[in-house]
């Protein structure tokens, strides 16, 4: 980053990407954590604390992605079955991140 202040705003779901793009004014940054699941040939209900860290990493990756590389109305994080401390989760991987974010997290 450039040093600026990065603006975004985070929009966690419960519902499916299609569900919620409808209650979102404007294009968003898609983090289907169920997508990434099955990308990486996991089942979720069968996942070992090897494939757990993995996919941790890849949630944070596309998230950051989306942090560095989109400039659209938010990053939609999207999950049926998403965990109680995902927004603090969220916000531990923003303060470790070595830029200035301004963020909001809503829960749609």
Known sequence: MNGDTVKVDFFLSKNSPKECKSKISGPVYVV??????RDLG?????????????LDLSIRKKILQGIYNYKGEGILVCHREMPENFE???????????FEIDYTISHI
């Open 32 to 37: 289907d954590i169920q997508k990434i699941v």
């Open 42 to 54: 996991y089942e979720f209900q069968e996942l070992r604390p090897e494939s757990e860290f993995i």
């Open 88 to 98: 603090t989760s969220l916000e531990n991987l923003l303060e470790i991140e070595k």
